[in-house]
């Protein structure tokens, strides 16, 4: 157990729909990181949040959109949604300071119909 | 433009075996690497860092070889056992800035029984 937590883990939804992932990071990690894997992919960075400040930006959709809150839990939240953004997407928190790895989620998969 | 690559979607080998995982980067500011392992239905799991001020590091059964003037790190995996079989994801890291992992698209290790 990694100690990120991800909800849900499974989701099934409809095209043009919106969605919310959530993911709980480490007790102590300040930073929180999505990354997306498509079929057969490696995992694609999309943002970093750091204390509630968004840190930085990978390839993130205008459609896609993040935040973290105060008690440092995230959501992801995925609109408009089309049958290409079906993928599994996965949550990873880190403390700050030095070389350190991330820990990862189970990973939420998004399957779009 | 995949800055980090593994050339290798699958590699088979007898338990007992040595496992050799190969990744090459092409970000020169890439100063931090890892390597993560995947199960099916999981998060990636941490096993294995490398900075790039070092040429190799070990960790049990688990060595990792960094040869920056090749932009190649591997991963030896001495004796393999059939728990290993999992992906394994190459990733780097520029840890002047945000931190987040650039990966590879993974290598699929079966040990053999």
């Known amino acids: 157990d990694s100690g990120v937590t991800q909800t849900p883990k499974h989701l099934i939804t409809a095209t043009g729909q919106r969605v919310t992932l959530r993911c709980s990071p480490r007790?102590?990690?300040?930073?929180v990181y999505w990354y997306q894997q498509s079929l057969d992919q490696g995992l694609q960075f999309l943002i970093q949040y750091y204390n509630g400040e968004e840190r930085a930006k990978g390839n993130i959709l205008e459609r896609f959109s993040a935040q973290q809150f105060p008690d440092l839990h995230s959501e992801l939240n995925l609109s408009s949604l089309e049958l290409g953004d079906s993928a599994l997407y996965f949550c990873a928190s880190s403390v700050e300071g030095g070389r350190t790895e991330a820990f990862f989620g189970q990973g939420t998969r998004l399957t779009v119909v | 433009d995949q800055q980090v690559k593994q050339n290798s979607p699958s590699l088979s080998v007898q338990e007992g075996r040595i496992s050799i995982l190969n990744c090459d980067y092409t970000?020169?500011?890439?100063?931090?690497f890892l390597w993560y392992k995947k199960y099916p239905a999981e998060g990636p799991t941490f096993l294995i860092s490398i900075s790039s001020i070092k040429d190799k590091n070990e960790d049990g059964r688990f060595t990792v070889f960094l040869n920056k003037s090749a932009k190649h790190l591997s991963l030896h995996i001495v004796p393999s056992q059939p728990g290993d079989s999992a992906v394994y994801f190459c990733a780097a890291q520029i840890t002047g800035s945000a931190r987040q992992l650039t990966f590879g698209s993974g290598t699929q290790l079966t040990v053999l029984p």
């Open positions: 007790s102590g990690d300040l930073s």
């Open positions: 970000n020169s500011m890439f100063d931090y």
